[in-house]
């Protein structure tokens, strides 16, 4: 009768793990984004998931949400604008212009 005799060395165990192969990922994953923001500030800046800034955008007034959606970054401003810009790049893709408050003349009788 024979006798298999096996050896558990840790270097040999180490070796074996070492040398397998990784298998490749199938599909290419865009990163995941987020956008972040001060309160009473007009600067929103657009975050990796691993913390790597991608772009800052400074926008006409105080902001009061920015979203990531998708490969989009849709931000409003407190005097009423609302801008779609392209998540990635930081391009403006559409914009409503803020509403703009009347002006006061002041006294028109007093020429």
């Not at 040999?12 to 599909?27: D, G, H, L, M, S």
């Not at 500030?41 to 657009?46: E, F, G, L, M, Q």
């Not at 407190?78 to 914009?95: P, Q, Y």
Request: aromatic share 8%.
């Amino acid at each position: 009768m024979r006798q298999l005799r096996s050896s558990w060395n840790s270097d040999r165990v180490a070796a074996a793990f070492i040398t397998r192969r990784v298998p490749k990922r199938t599909a290419f994953r865009r990163p995941a984004l987020c956008a972040q923001y001060k309160i009473g500030s007009n600067t929103v800046s657009v975050f990796t998931r691993r913390g790597r800034k991608v772009f800052t955008r400074h926008y006409g007034g105080t902001i009061l949400s920015a979203c990531v959606s998708g490969d989009q970054l849709m931000v409003k401003t407190a005097n009423g604008g609302r801008f779609v810009c392209d998540a990635f790049t930081g391009k403006l893709l559409e914009s409503e212009a803020p509403l703009e408050p009347a002006i006061c003349a002041g006294n028109l009788d007093a020429a």
